[in-house]
């Protein structure tokens, strides 16, 4: 089983519907989780990031934590065709005394105008 | 605020030479510099993960004496691969973060070995 799973997609959603963007984990101890957006040819950028459960909104985006069910979620409202990106969840996982970033495989968003 | 510059964006050599790409923080100082590469449609793998002033710590299956690693400083951080032949053509992508958990990605350097 991968650490951090993303369905990989894609993803098509027409212009102005909410993109729902689904992440599972496998470490239970993990405490950090980030969503970063990677364009084609470039370098992923952050979007947010979440630590607590429940919903963090910033903007049109919002990120979703639910510990015990080890998944986390970035909804995208008012999807614009800008928003076409693949988009990778990343978990902070635990590996004896180190902590490292863990990126799923991502999940391409096309957004539809 | 947490930019994170990488050069040079793109290179190309010829089979056999070294490359250096340079990383840097340009408005904190990153006591950790990540250093990743991604093949096409791939995801990101981590190659290593380096703190100032210490040697670097690699991802098993990464060659150690083939991508050196240099973290002389708070803001600079450095990746040479070494005798670089076509199948390391990638890109090369580094992140900073400091005492915080959040990593901060550069531009991604681009190598095309001939």
């Known amino acids: 089983q991968k650490e951090v799973e993303q369905n990989s997609g894609p993803l098509s959603v027409p212009e102005g519907a909410i993109a729902s963007l689904n992440c599972t984990y496998s470490d239970r101890g993990s405490q950090s989780f980030f969503w970063y957006r990677q364009y084609s040819g470039k370098s992923p950028e952050l979007i947010m990031f979440i630590y607590s459960n429940g919903d963090k909104e910033d903007g049109r985006f919002t990120a979703q934590l639910n510990k015990a069910s080890q998944y986390v979620s970035l909804l995208i409202r008012d999807s614009q065709p800008s928003d076409s990106a693949t988009y990778l969840c990343?978990?902070?996982?635990?590996?004896?005394?180190?902590?490292?970033?863990?990126f799923g495989s991502g999940t391409q968003l096309t957004v539809l105008p | 605020g947490a930019v994170v510059s990488q050069h040079p964006s793109r290179v190309i050599c010829k089979s056999g030479t070294s490359v250096k790409i340079e990383c840097r923080s340009l408005d904190f100082q990153a006591t950790t510099m990540f250093w990743y590469r991604q093949f096409p449609k791939q995801s990101l793998m981590l190659m290593a993960t380096s703190n100032e002033g210490s040697k670097a710590t690699y991802e098993q299956g990464v060659e150690k004496d083939k991508f050196l690693i240099n973290h002389a400083s708070l803001t600079l951080s450095t990746l040479t691969v070494t005798s670089a032949h076509p199948e390391d053509s990638s890109f090369y992508i580094c992140?900073?973060?400091?005492?915080?958990?959040?990593?901060?990605f550069g531009p991604g350097t681009r190598l095309l070995v001939l």
């Open positions: 992140s900073a973060s400091s005492e915080v958990e959040t990593q901060y």
């Open positions: 990343a978990v902070l996982i635990s590996s004896g005394s180190a902590r490292q970033l863990t």
